[in-house]
């Protein structure tokens, strides 16, 4: 690659903090705290959907591979924001940059999918709950899992090789707390055109489809429960969706402000901040949502640390 004069990036500088400077203990002891409790929060979920045969149904499969991404998603961000927090100098190498942006990618585009396919477990579970246990069976869900796994993976890779394959030698700083896709490109120094392209298209197809498929599921959810005949019916079966609807609603409240507004603003003013909420207390949000709203996890909660905590007392029982 030719220089030109100039010194090819090695390293890219996170300026998302640059405006808490002589707060650095503030905003570290926030991440910190909503990184921890995502931690704990989902590890629970995890740990209690496969400790419990009762919530072995697709339902609880789903919400357990949720979880898991969660962990995997906060980690791909908060430790580094944490460690830059910590330093003077709040950098990452590229290749780190391009690891970063690659698994948030992937776990972002995963979670979309895995939220659509959760709207279609709860429109099959309510809408022909006698065919429910054939239609969802152990196969159609792996399958489903899997599906979202591998999509989310595949999107990844094609965007993190095309971007990172492309010239990077003028300015090294972004003004982001971790490497975001257009953020990235706009370090680029060559025409991104046909790489916003291929974002936006992505966008579309990965985040905004799933988002659709999922207000028609909840549209027919709706409609049917609407048309159920006892009272008390129609109220569990809207306290089966509302947690997956609350989480809905903040993934994608959120993800659809960054990703859906004109790349010229990307990550200036209130775009970091939500890219903050995104990525820092979302994931927090969903094991509390899901816990506390559904009987049958605070159950198995309160089973599973009495067996691990008083293990005497419960046999007696």
């Keep these: 690659m030719e220089k030109n004069n ?3 990036v090695t390293e890219i ?15 570290f002891v926030l991440v910190f705290t909503f990184y921890v409790t995502a931690l704990v929060g ?34 791909v961000t908060q430790p580094k924001m944490l460690v ?9 190498s590229f290749a780190g940059c391009g690891a970063q942006m690659c698994f948030f990618v992937f776990f972002g585009i995963t979670e979309c ?30 399958c489903m899992a899997a599906g ?36 990235a490109l706009k370090l680029a120094t060559t025409d991104t055109y046909k790489n916003e392209a291929a974002v936006t298209t992505t966008t ?28 008390e019916g129609r109220r569990k079966a809207f306290s089966t969706c509302s947690s997956h609807l609350i989480a809905v609603s903040l993934f994608y409240g959120t993800g659809t402000f960054i990703y859906m507004q004109p790349s010229s603003v990307q990550s200036q003013g209130s775009g970091r901040f939500f890219s903050l909420v995104y990525t820092v207390v979302t994931p927090t949000f969903n094991p509390i949502i899901y816990s506390l709203r559904n009987k049958e996890i605070k159950s198995a ?17």
């Design 148 to 183: 979202s796994w591998t999509i989310g993976a595949l999107v990844a890779f094609g965007h993190s090789l095309s971007i990172f394959t492309l010239p990077f030698c003028g300015s090294n700083r972004i003004s982001h707390f971790f490497c975001d896709v257009f953020p």
């Design 6 to 8: 100039q010194t090819c």
């Design 113 to 142: 999918c895995l939220l659509s396919v959760m709207a279609y477990d709860r429109y099959v579970a309510i809408c022909y709950p006698l065919q429910y246990t054939l239609r969802m069976n152990q196969v159609v869900c792996t």
């Design 13 to 27: 500088e996170l300026l998302g903090f640059s405006d808490f400077q002589s707060l650095q203990v503030l905003p």
């Design 42 to 75: 989902n590890t629970l979920i995890v740990i209690v959907t496969i400790a419990d045969s009762a919530l072995h149904t697709p339902m609880y499969f789903f919400l357990r591979n949720l979880s898991f991404l969660e962990i995997c998603y906060t980690s």
């Design 204 to 231: 579309v197809l990965f985040i905004m489809l799933p988002f659709l498929l999922i207000l028609l599921s909840y549209g027919l959810v709706i409609s049917t429960i609407l048309k159920m005949p006892s009272a």
């Design 301 to 317: 909660l309160r089973n599973t640390i009495g067996r691990k905590m008083f293990p005497k007392i419960t046999s007696m029982r």
């Design 84 to 92: 830059n927090l910590l330093s003077q100098t709040q950098t990452i």
